[in-house]
């Protein structure tokens, strides 16, 4: 019998090389919880793209409800911050927990995050953070900088060969806000 492993996956250009490699190990689950995504048009069309790669390959999913109020809440007098600055963590944080949360819950055996997959995050922030939460929940977290070892390479392949949606920013208001400072509807 194959480990329960829940992946917190937060985009389909990050997380199809690592759900490709885990699915054959584990009982495998993707968790969609992105509520840092702005705006709901954008969080629509990435997790419409977890949903086919879930779908094509037979991987069970959970949808977390949109609460951007919640996220907006906790990032709260961090609106300033840079990508990479100090609001990052906390949004890292904020979803991690709320994995580990649902993978105790749920009965999961392990978690992890997909996050480390994108080109400007920081896997030993990121897997500080899931040992964190691990120790808070009682669930082991799996770490790994899933951009090296070639997946990042692979990940573009097959998205490319999918015709994936491929987004430009992170996701918040305020990296949309920084890589396309003109956008009106980004208030900081």
């Not at 917190?8 to 997380?15: D, E, S, Y």
């Not at 949606?165 to 890589?179: A, E, P, T, V």
Request: net charge neutral; glycine share 10%; with cysteine.
């Amino acid at each position: 019998m194959k480990e329960r492993f829940l992946l917190h996956v937060c985009c389909a250009p990050c997380g199809i090389a690592v759900i490709d490699g885990l699915r054959s190990s584990y009982d495998l689950w993707v968790l969609f919880y992105n509520p840092n995504i702005f705006p709901e048009t954008e969080y629509q069309k990435r997790k419409s793209e977890v949903v086919r790669v879930c779908g094509e390959w037979g991987i069970p999913m959970i949808d977390e409800d949109y609460d951007a109020s919640a996220w907006e809440e906790e990032v709260k007098g961090l609106e300033k911050e840079k990508e990479g600055g100090r609001r990052c963590p906390v949004c890292f944080r904020y979803r991690l927990f709320r994995t580990a949360e649902t993978a105790l819950e749920l009965g999961f055996s392990v978690f992890g995050t997909t996050l480390s997959s994108g080109r400007n995050k920081r896997a030993d922030i990121i897997d500080a953070i899931g040992m964190e939460a691990a120790e808070r929940f009682g669930v082991r977290y799996c770490g790994e900088d899933w951009k090296k070892g070639g997946r990042q390479e692979l990940g573009k392949k097959m998205i490319a060969e999918r015709g994936i949606y491929r987004q430009d920013y992170c996701g918040c208001r305020f990296s949309l806000k920084q890589r396309h400072p003109e956008k009106e509807s980004c208030p900081a």
